[in-house]
């Protein structure tokens, strides 16, 4: 073992502070100032290619194919072509990172697309590069020009004009999210739009209340039986079913609620079927409607819904007219009370790390309290998570969700060291939420590569209510991924976070209120109904972001929502466990000063609890204000000791560094198990060991109050007897002797010296461990 390398990998896990030359002094402007100064300066040279005129017809063909090449160096970007189109638009930018630049010479071609053979020449502009100006946002956009074609040499003007725009800019500029860039311009077709930093928004999210409360006239196809019949109810891919009606009858009684996720724009249809219970295991449909969202009624309180009357269509009929016209004279109903439900905060994400509490109808939203700015500034020593032509190579971009908006950063192609530099900013409606930050490598750059999946590198959680307003935090986070293999850093991810309030006495007010909206307490859920309407809204956000362009892609969106932290894992167990250990460590510590104190360990100290104690009994309105102050004075001191960053991932909290290769094996695999059969029995036979002792525990804490419940239940006779008259004589004790008196003697009882005392267990505990339990009674 090498001692000085195990700290410095323990170090390597931690946070650090940064200075990076954050934005202040790069943008004149105090507008963009207050913008965009939370990231390092990146200057790009823009090229804005807008339209083309007047250009000459192939003398072979007749005709034009227009492209415009713009080369910088090695750098050449292309716009697509236009087949005989001699006046085109294109109105794209490319944008060429200063730090690469490879000439002074800005070169912008315009060709004539051949299918067989080299692209004909039409002419070029030329731009001297220490001529181009600076622009910087809020300035207005650069006004694009007509420039005159010129031939090979630059020497004689031809035929045909192309209006152009040249500046140099920051990666403030507006033209930067959707320009081509430089860095990635060896990624072409779909690719291109994979690479580009985007801005996402969940969709919005609504609870379905389907309450139904009864169905008549409920014909089976077998008319000589009675139907015992049930309603499932289904959603998109959510299905619900009521309980069985318990009696056999045509008119069927529920009243039972059926919840479910939708989201808008609404999609999805209410599907409503009877089905009849014709043996155990076989069930026939006897009617069935469809019924559209968006006619149900949107409710913010709880106000009560009007019930409707439904005419269900009997199943397997209705297709032809006559059995339509037949239909409408007799049917089943079916008796519904349905609503979305507005008041509610639709929980899409797992609740230990909520970055929004608000309610789903926007008119029940309160005013933001603050700012919330990010500047992701860059990765530095990611690992290497692929292979490109024979050698190591990773394509890194960032993804951040707060709230109901993500943002996914552009990718930086073949870069262990990416450099992003991007702004974005939140509104804050509630200072106990979480930011959540991961980083990704891009398997999307290619046609071919639909198959793959982005890998995980990391991923970072801020929690605003531990950060200082107004303060600026520059910090490095370790991006910590656990594999199969082990706990593995994949990097470090620098960050700089702002968090700007806007209300001081609107945020000092938040901390009294509850955390969700006010419908979660009046007709709250149950816990089964909370976790499976979860993982519905998770599966719901991962299909609607996967459908936008570009995509945000599912296992991104499950990594970033931690759509698998309720699942089974032994490391999570055992630290858990210690957090609970953790917790009562400061009990045991004060237990423990006191025992020392009751044992005379240091006199001194016991002589001055005596004093402290004495002066208590006698002024007893002294007890609660002094364990106030105390509290308040201990506040006071551990200001100093204050923690001065956010919190990271912690891998000894998380038993990530002492996770045995088996227990990591287990937390990764599947949901039903694909292991062996040896395998399963093992972590069976390992869960019933640990179950075992969790089951003694319990019933060890069951004992001790039943004991307790004991004293007067006369199971024991005498020990109940004895206790009985114990009650009396001190219940006249206290009567008659004065309070202080009381608390006196049994203090100093209580704090007597070492001397007075017996190895051998008190009365009072020997009593108490006579009494019976009843664990006698169990099997």
Known sequence: MNPAGSNTQKEDFKLKDTKPQLGGGWISSERATSTYDLVEQMFYLYVRVVKARDLPPNPVSGSCDPYVEVKLGN?????????????????????????????????????????????????????????????????????????????????????GEVMLAVWMGTQADEAFPDSWHSDAASVHGEGVYNVRSKVYVSPKLWYLRV?????????????????????????????????????????PLWNEDLLFVAAEPFEEQLVLTLENRVAPSKDETVGRIVLPLHTFEKRMDHRTIHSKWFNMEKFGFGVLEADKRHEQKFSSRIHLRVCLEGGYHVMDESTMYISDQRPTSKQLWK?????????????????????????????????AKYGLKWVRTRTILDSFNPKWNEQYTWEVYDPSTVITLGVFDNNHLGSNDGGKNDARIGKVRIRLSTLETDRIYTNSYPLLVLQPSGLKKMGELHL???????????????????????????????VNQVDSLRFQAMRIVATRLGRAEPPLRKEVVEYMIDVDSHMWSMRRSKANFFRVVSLFSGMMSISKWIGEVCQWKNP????????????????????????????????????????????????????????????????????????????VRMRYDRLRSVAGRIQTVVGDIATQGERFQG??????????????????????????????MVALVAGLLWLRHPKFRSKLPSVPSNFFRRLPSRADSML
């Open 211 to 251: 309450n139904v409360i009864e169905a008549q006239d409920v014909e089976p196809h077998d008319k000589t039986q009675q139907p015992q019949v049930f309603v499932k109810a289904q959603v998109g891919n959510q299905v619900l079913k009521t309980k069985l009606c318990p009696t056999k009858t045509p008119n």
């Open 496 to 526: 700089a976070v702002r968090f700007t309030c806007l209300s001081l006495a609107h945020m000092i007010y938040l901390y009294g209120q509850p955390l969700l909206p006010k419908m979660h307490y009046l007709h709250p859920f149950t």
């Open 75 to 159: 750098y050449k970007g292309k716009t697509q072509h236009f087949e005989k189109k001699p006046n085109p638009l294109w109105n794209q930018v490319f944008a060429f990172s200063k730090d690469k630049l490879q000439s002074s010479i800005l070169e912008v071609f315009l060709r004539d697309r051949e299918m067989v053979g080299r692209d004909d020449y039409i002419g070029k502009v030329i731009f001297d590069m220490h001529e181009v100006p600076t622009r910087v946002p809020p300035d207005s956009p650069l006004a694009p020009q007509w420039y005159r074609l010129e031939d090979r040499r630059g020497e004689t003007k031809l035929k």
């Open 604 to 679: 001194v100290t016991t002589v001055l609890v005596h004093v402290l104690f004495f002066i208590l009994v006698c002024y007893p309105e002294l007890i609660l204000p002094t364990v106030f102050l105390y509290m308040f004075l201990i506040g006071v001191w551990n200001f100093r000791f204050r923690p001065r960053n956010p919190p990271h991932m912690d891998t000894k909290l998380s038993w990530a560094e002492a996770v045995a290769a088996d227990e990591l094996d287990e937390e990764f695999d599947t949901f039903p198990t694909t292991k062996a059969q040896d395998v």
């Open 711 to 740: 004293l007067l239940s006369w199971r024991d006779p005498r020990a109940t007897s004895l206790f009985v008259m114990f009650c009396f004589v001190v219940a006249v004790a206290l009567y008659i002797t004065p309070f202080k």
């Open 367 to 399: 005013q933001p309290i603050g700012l919330l700015e990010v500047g992701i500034l860059s990765a530095q020593g990611v690992q290497q998570m692929k292979t490109k032509d024979g050698r190591g190579a990773t394509d890194a971009y960032c993804v």
